[in-house]
């Protein structure tokens, strides 16, 4: 049989109670352990504990199940926000230590009719329980509340909660972002942002090459905004996410009636950045016959809405970015060679984090502390920090996700953690384990032969990329870096270092 855990409020009625000052008697709490065996209670309180150590006492002379009392602070008695912060908390701490295998009864009388609603909210939605209701004339009555509630309903505390952990997974630059928000220390990435402000005082077309994750829109945001076109529109385009058949509504826009389901006039993309910055992400994924109406309205400067016959002129500064080498997109047929040098007139390449030698330990830092700050008003939060041994986990790891994969681990890891302190099992968990096949680096495996391939250069970069990455494994120690190379001696180790002349 289950075990049976009353979880309420302690309400001013029962302290009353336990004070002989009560006009009903000894209060619902004490009415509910009396009438029905509970195994356990829990007890929530707002007053302060000089009032209900008292209680507490008191009413374990009435019941053989031990107590609990989760001292919280609200704001109000009927704030609704702070109520059910609260509760969920001390719910959501419970589930974790015990399970399934106790049935919850939470009593609805004592307190305020806020507290009320907020159990039967959590009764209906995450926390299945029996609800409770106590009156001096009917006694103690299990309450009978015949309807459920769509987890929709649940108040907005949750949702708005999961809605930044939704927007921090996407990590979305600011609108407001700048060349200060992005971290950095290393050289590489402030020669960067050197030339990217350089480029940004002008309305030249910039091409931002970079692997999935690196920050390509955060440094498109930060040129518009740090351009002349600042006070106008930043307009940002997934073009690998429109339908082959919409795109040209999209970057183009229509006219009522141009074909069927056209129900009113469409701005398009274009004419939406008139005068400001069009970011186009993901440029390569954008098939033939696309690429060609983009160029007609890259070099006229001009658009044609879909049934209208007179084109429009627009003042568009175009930033395109791609996690493939558009050199060789071109070289393979995949991508216009006139529209590649139309918009590769400045060329910003964003290094792997792995090459950012420097940031990462920063990175870790910041990344970390911005996943503190957003889940500071989440119920039950708790500061995370991670382990030494975590740490080093993470420093081993190859990235290929980069940033954004960074970020998405340390919010995992800080959703799995239940301390404040994140492990390497932890951590092992959050990592998610990418197919060879999958990762984007088959700029190895996948090179266009018909372009020619320098297979010489191409063995030195596999040689050199393992070998620095046994020594950062192993600290520098060249045995152990040759064990993990498969190498019979060091030496053999030292000869490849100095072939590849590395030190």
Not at 358 to 368: N, P, R, S, V, Y
Not at 396 to 414: D, F, I, K, M, Y
Not at 464 to 487: S, V
Request: hydrophobic share 40%; glycine share 8%.
């Amino acid at each position: 049989m289950a075990r049976k855990a009353l979880i309420s409020w302690i309400g001013n009625t029962d302290l009353k109670a336990s004070t002989g000052t009560s006009a009903d008697g000894a209060g619902p709490v004490a009415n509910a352990v009396s009438a029905i065996k509970f195994d356990e209670i829990h007890l929530l309180c707002d007053y302060p504990k000089e009032r209900w150590k008292g209680y507490a006492a008191w009413l374990g002379q009435r019941t053989p199940a031990p107590i609990k009392v989760y001292q919280q602070s609200l704001s109000s008695p009927t704030n609704f926000r702070d109520i059910y912060a609260a509760a969920e908390s001390v719910l959501s701490a419970l589930w974790k230590a015990k399970g399934g295998g106790f049935e919850y009864t939470f009593h609805l009388s004592p307190g305020t009719p806020s507290m009320a609603a907020v159990w039967i909210l959590l009764a209906k939605t995450s926390y299945p329980a029996q609800l409770l209701q106590s009156s001096k004339e009917a006694g103690v009555q299990v309450a009978d509340v015949p309807f459920d509630i769509a987890a929709e309903f649940i108040p907005d505390l949750l949702r708005t909660a999961d809605q930044r952990q939704v927007a921090l997974s996407e990590a979305k630059p600011p609108e407001a972002a700048g060349f200060e928000d992005i971290v950095h220390r290393s050289q590489v990435m402030k020669q960067l942002i050197a030339e990217a402000r350089r480029a940004a005082s002008r309305s030249l077309p910039i091409l931002i090459e970079g692997e999935s994750g690196t920050g390509k829109e955060l440094f498109a945001q930060a040129i518009h905004n740090a351009s002349p076109r600042t006070a106008m529109k930043f307009v940002a385009v997934n073009c690998g996410a429109i339908p082959a058949e919409l795109l040209e509504s999209e970057f183009f826009g229509h006219k009522k009636g141009a074909f069927s389901g056209a129900v009113a006039d469409r701005l398009g993309h274009f004419a939406e950045a008139h005068r400001g910055t069009l970011f186009l992400d993901e440029i390569g994924e954008l098939p033939k016959a696309m690429q060609t109406k983009l160029l007609r309205a890259v070099q006229q400067g001009e658009i044609t809405p879909i049934g209208q016959s007179k084109p429009v002129k627009v003042d568009v500064r175009i930033i395109a970015a791609t996690n493939r080498t558009l050199v060789e997109e071109v070289a393979a047929g995949h991508f216009r060679e006139d529209l590649f040098y139309r918009l590769a007139v400045a060329v910003i390449k964003l290094p792997p984090i792995r090459e950012r030698k420097g940031d990462f330990t920063l990175l870790i830092d910041t990344m970390l502390d911005y996943v503190n700050r957003q889940a500071t008003a989440e119920p039950g939060f708790q500061k995370k920090k991670l382990s030494v041994a975590a740490r080093n986990l993470m420093l081993q790891h190859h990235w290929p996700g980069n940033v954004r994969e960074l970020q998405n681990t340390l919010q995992r890891a800080s959703l799995w953690s239940e301390g404040e302190s994140i492990g390497p099992e932890v951590i092992k968990r959050a990592l998610l384990a990418v197919p060879a096949g999958g990762r984007r680096n088959d700029a190895i495996l996948g090179r266009n032969i018909e372009a020619g391939v320098n297979l010489k250069d191409l063995m030195a970069e596999v040689a050199r990329h393992y070998l620095q990455r046994a020594l950062e494994q192993t600290k520098g120690n060249k045995t152990q870096a040759a064990e993990l190379l498969g190498f019979k001696s060091y030496q053999t180790l030292s000869n490849w270092l100095a072939k590849y002349e590395l030190g």
